[in-house]
Every structure is written in structure tokens, then in C-alpha cells.
């Protein structure tokens, strides 16, 4: 099942009645922004896990404990 010119043009018309030239013209700008903005978070991402890593070697107590603080340490501060 291969699609060829007519079924193509038939598509583009539809295409174009739907979105209007306009915004299909802006859509190569848009789409190029949106990849690079991507792109540019997952390096970020990256380059965060690869210095946390090369830093320390270990990895941070704090950051990586899910448990809310205790409560003592709640009632010694409000002890002093």
C-alpha cells in the first residue's frame, strides 16, 4: 500500500483547508524551536547527573531520602 501524487495532493488540500497557509508556514519554524528546546533540556539534564557524579563519587543523603525529617529535631528547636 503505497500512496502516490493524487492521494498525497488530496492530503495537502485537506491539510491546508483545516490549519490555513499561515500557520502551516509557521510551522518549520515552530517545530525547529521545539527540537532544539528539547535537545537543549535533555543536555542539561545530562550534564547535571554527569557532574553529580564526577564530583562526589557518592550521592547526596539529603537529596535522595524521602522520609520528612523527624520530629525531634522539630521539638529540640522549639526547646532552645
Request: hydrophobic share 40%.
Given at each position: 500500500?503505497?500512496?502516490?501524487?493524487?492521494?498525497?495532493?488530496?492530503?495537502?488540500?485537506?491539510?491546508?483547508?483545516?490549519?490555513g497557509?499561515?500557520?502551516?508556514?509557521?510551522?518549520g519554524?515552530?517545530?525547529?524551536?521545539?527540537?532544539?528546546?528539547?535537545?537543549s533540556?535533555?543536555?542539561?539534564?545530562n550534564?547535571?547527573?554527569?557532574?553529580g557524579a564526577?564530583s562526589s563519587?557518592a550521592?547526596?543523603?539529603?537529596?535522595?531520602?524521602?522520609?520528612?525529617?523527624?520530629?525531634?529535631?522539630a521539638?529540640?528547636?522549639?526547646?532552645?
Amino acid at each position: 500500500m503505497s500512496f502516490g501524487i493524487t492521494e498525497l495532493l488530496i492530503v495537502l488540500a485537506i491539510v491546508i483547508i483545516i490549519f490555513g497557509a499561515k500557520r502551516i508556514k509557521n510551522l518549520g519554524p515552530d517545530l525547529g524551536s521545539a527540537i532544539k528546546g528539547f535537545r537543549s533540556a535533555l543536555s542539561d539534564n545530562n550534564d547535571e547527573a554527569n557532574r553529580g557524579a564526577d564530583s562526589s563519587g557518592a550521592v547526596d543523603e539529603e537529596s535522595v531520602s524521602s522520609e520528612p525529617e523527624s520530629d525531634d529535631t522539630a521539638k529540640q528547636d522549639a526547646n532552645v
